[in-house]
């Protein structure tokens, strides 16, 4: 089928499909849970994006929550970019999610921004990105640290959970790292942090609508943080963002744990950037995902 008739009916049957995916996924994400309270101004915030976006979708409106308060936010690219799903040629597609990345900095106001230039779909774990990553923690000193979830559906986002245990062994400072959702998102009962964006949702959107290099869809992840606003027990929320928050000695065991097995999880998984598709690919093998999960307290 070619991309733009399946495009064609997924919009069709959008209006239909979309009462069931809110039903269904509000009921997947029931839970008794409370707002999380954010700390006092002044907090240092050092936030981790494999690719050029990915801080915005996952936490776009903690970002914001981080900025109003006062808090000192750097935001982190790890990769070039090049290879975003896009019909420009390479040099123009750097330049345009650079271009971007500049754009949502205006708009959200977090402090500082860098690229490290990694090439896109080959980030590793190495000693080279490990030492400047360590330079940035010493630098900054974090209180919190947010970077992908190391269960997801991209290579760059698992390996970045990873460069962060790897370089946290040699961090002589504790902090916070705070897992954040992009393809793939945190089963429920992992959930530990949950920050109240109903303020924010509309400028974090705005910044959403900065990525037009890429050639895909970014309303899945725009509905989520509506539908999540399920986890609480009582609360005039009307958006959230949701994380899993480890201290960062704990994460080095947990996220290696996790990340040592090497698994594709494109073979459990789907990316949840469409909406039409939401309800199907969030509850796809959720049993499994929450074993995986589950794995990080054993190790």
């Known amino acids: 089928m070619c991309a733009n008739l399946k495009k064609t009916i997924l919009n069709t049957i959008k209006p239909i499909i979309m009462p069931w995916n809110r039903m269904t996924l509000k009921s997947f994400y029931k839970e008794d849970k409370q707002l999380t309270e954010m700390n006092a101004s002044g907090a240092k915030v050092l936030f981790l994006a494999p690719h050029v976006d990915d801080e915005t979708i996952g936490a776009g409106g903690t970002i914001l929550r981080h900025v109003e308060q006062g808090d000192d936010v750097t935001v982190v690219y790890m990769t070039d970019g090049a290879k975003s799903v896009t019909k420009m040629d390479r040099d123009v597609l750097v330049k345009a999610r650079k271009a971007e990345a500049q754009k949502v900095k205006e708009i959200l106001g977090f402090r500082d921004m860098l690229f490290l230039d990694l090439p896109d779909g080959e980030v590793e774990s190495t000693p080279d990105i490990q030492n400047r990553l360590l330079e940035l923690l010493e630098n900054i000193k974090p209180e919190y640290i947010y970077c992908p979830t190391f269960v997801d559906c991209h290579s760059d986002h698992i390996a970045t959970a990873e460069i962060v245990a790897d370089t946290l062994v040699n961090y002589n400072q504790d902090c916070m790292v705070r897992l954040y959702e ?50 609480l027990n009582e609360s005039n929320s009307k958006a959230v963002e949701t994380f899993l928050e480890i201290p960062s000695q704990q994460y080095i065991v947990e996220a290696k744990s996790v990340i040592d097995k090497r698994r594709n999880y494109n073979k459990h998984f789907k990316q949840v950037n469409k909406a039409v598709t939401l309800g199907v690919r969030v509850k796809k093998n959720a049993v499994q995902k929450q074993k995986f999960y589950q794995e990080r307290k054993m190790g």
Do not use: H, M, R
């Open 182 to 231: 992009i393809n793939c998102p945190i089963p429920p009962e992992e959930i530990n942090v949950i920050v109240d964006i109903s303020q924010q949702i509309v400028k974090k959107n705005l910044a959403i609508g900065v990525f037009t290099s890429q050639a895909i869809d970014f309303d899945g992840f725009q509905e989520l943080s509506y539908i999540k606003q399920a986890l």
